[in-house]
């Protein structure tokens, strides 16, 4: 079965410094999709920032970047320049193959960015 | 309007009682999904339409009982639920089923259930 592990339950960084959150992921699988998504207090989930096995190159969005270890099936996300926007239930996905749209996650990092 | 809604936000009720939950997408989607949200807990899927089809049902109890009339609408009809079945509650819809397109979902904000 396809586990996905965030083994940091709380961190925080003070502002306009860079963090990095750790996931982890196990699957048997070689072509799959991985997602970062951003749960602000009391707000939506957003998407954060996606990663396709295929592709080597690590994805980037403006502040936010991954580092995508294939093998050692490692899925960082790195927050540069941090903002008190930022502040935020981080929550690692994966996706693997299957027509049912069922899209695993991790436990989830609440971030706290200080002042 | 926001691209998920959910209705209600807050929802208090009693293990005898029957509740729905209700979630609307405005952003033209084929999929809807529900995902149960609990403290310390990975987020759960709990079911999936696709163009009002359920494609997966994640072994949830018979007391949670899901409709979708449309593609536009999803409910979650609630009844002799168990205080463990408090939680957030979220809908969220994608494009499609593929890897890529649901992956991206689109969330409500979440009904806060207690039950007590």
């Known amino acids: 079965a396809q586990t996905v592990t965030q083994s940091q339950p709380e961190m925080s960084v003070q502002e306009a410094e860079t963090v990095t959150l750790s996931c982890t992921y196990d699957?048997?699988?070689?072509?799959?999709?991985l997602f970062w998504y951003k749960q602000p207090p009391s707000r939506q989930m957003i998407l954060v920032i996606r990663?396709?096995?295929?592709?080597?190159q690590n994805a980037t969005e403006n502040r936010f970047s991954v580092n995508f270890q294939k093998a050692a099936k490692s899925f960082s996300l790195k927050i540069s320049d941090s903002q008190l926007g930022d502040t935020a239930m981080y929550f690692c996905?994966?996706?693997?193959?299957?027509?049912?749209?069922?899209?695993?996650f991790g436990q989830g990092t609440t971030l706290q960015v200080k002042p | 309007e926001t691209g998920v809604t959910q209705t209600p936000r807050h929802l208090v009720m009693g293990m005898t009682n029957k509740k729905s939950l209700k979630c609307e997408q405005h952003l033209g989607h084929n999929a809807m999904y529900w995902y149960k949200q609990s403290a310390k807990k990975p987020l759960e899927l709990m079911f999936v339409y696709n163009f009002k089809e359920q494609t997966e049902n994640n072994s949830v109890p018979s007391r949670f009982s899901p409709e979708c009339p449309n593609s536009s609408h999803l409910f979650l009809h609630l009844h002799t639920l168990q205080p463990e079945d408090s939680a957030l509650y979220l809908c969220?819809?994608?494009?499609?089923?593929?890897?890529?397109?649901?992956?991206?979902?689109?969330f409500g904000e979440g009904s806060r259930l207690t039950v007590l």
């Open positions: 699957t048997s699988e070689n072509n799959y999709y």
């Open positions: 990663q396709e096995a295929y592709k080597q």
């Open positions: 996905a994966f996706r693997g193959s299957g027509n049912t749209g069922k899209l695993i």
């Open positions: 969220a819809s994608s494009q499609g089923l593929s890897r890529e397109r649901s992956g991206e979902l689109f």
